[in-house]
T-cell receptor, first 113, second 112 residues
Framework: EDKVVQSPLSLVVHEGDTVTLNCSYEVTNFRSLLWYKQEKKAPTFLFMLTSSGIEKKSGRLSSILDKKELFSILNITATQTGDSAVYLCAVDPMNTGFQKLVFGTGTRLLVSP | NAGVTQTPKFRVLKTGQSMTLLCAQDMNHEYMYWYRQDPGMGLRLIHYSVGEGTTAKGEVPDGYNVSRLKKQNFLLGLESAAPSQTSVYFC???????????FGPGTRLTVL
């Protein structure tokens, strides 16, 4: 069974800290791994990592994919209170002709002022 | 562009009642999805559509039906609601089967 596990479940940091969120996966095949940020409502897309794009960066956020060890990390530097959210990791196990995602349960991040 | 919108935002049903959740997208996306999100479970795919007039079952389809009569709309129906269907429902869409999915704001459904 395809599985995505995120850790830690939750964490609290102070503004300005750097945080690392983890996502490990077990899938029959692999096409892509996606990170989403979920505040109060809709998950919003952050990054998609594939075999041809194992490292992505946008401002203070960055992510890498290790296909050999089957995990990804999401880094947030100089955290701000606006980074407080649940961060979701999802994997496309490539067992269909389209992106049928398997989601982890998320990491809840609280950034205190 | 409004992106992906969902109606209603909240709903309370009694066991056995029926309802329809509406999802609309204005991005001309081919693929549309319905998920449910429960505490400790992550997002799970209920049904999906790869184009107008097509629908298919996802991971947890029992108790739900869907229709995609127009490309921009994807409807999720509950014929006889059960307390186990209390959840937050998200609709999503994507341009192709390999692009990122864009999510709507969600519908919080409570079944008493």
């Amino acid at each position: 069974e395809d599985k995505v596990v995120q850790s830690p479940l939750s964490l609290v940091v102070h503004e300005g800290d750097t945080v690392t969120l983890n996502c490990s996966y077990e899938v029959t095949n692999f096409r892509s791994l996606l990170w989403y940020k979920q505040e109060k409502k809709a998950p919003t897309f952050l990054f998609m990592l594939t075999s041809s794009g194992i490292e992505k960066k946008s401002g203070r956020l960055s992510s890498i994919l290790d296909k050999k060890e089957l995990f990804s990390i999401l880094n947030i530097t100089a955290t701000q209170t606006g980074d407080s959210a649940v961060y979701l990791c999802a994997v496309d196990p490539m067992n269909t002709g389209f992106q049928k995602l398997v989601f982890g349960t998320g990491t809840r991040l609280l950034v205190s002022p | 562009n409004a992106g992906v919108t969902q109606t209603p935002k909240f709903r309370v049903l009694k066991t056995g009642q029926s309802m329809t959740l509406l999802c609309a997208q204005d991005m001309n996306h081919e693929y549309m999805y319905w998920y449910r999100q429960d505490p400790g479970m992550g997002l799970r795919l209920i049904h999906y559509s790869v184009g107008e007039g097509t629908t298919a079952k996802g991971e947890v389809p029992d108790g739900y039906n869907v229709s995609r009569l127009k490309k921009q709309n994807f409807l999720l129906g509950l014929e006889s609601a059960a307390p186990s269907q209390t959840s937050v429902y998200f609709c999503a869409s994507s341009y192709s089967g390999y692009n990122e999915q864009f999510f709507g704001p969600g519908t919080r459904l409570t079944v008493l």
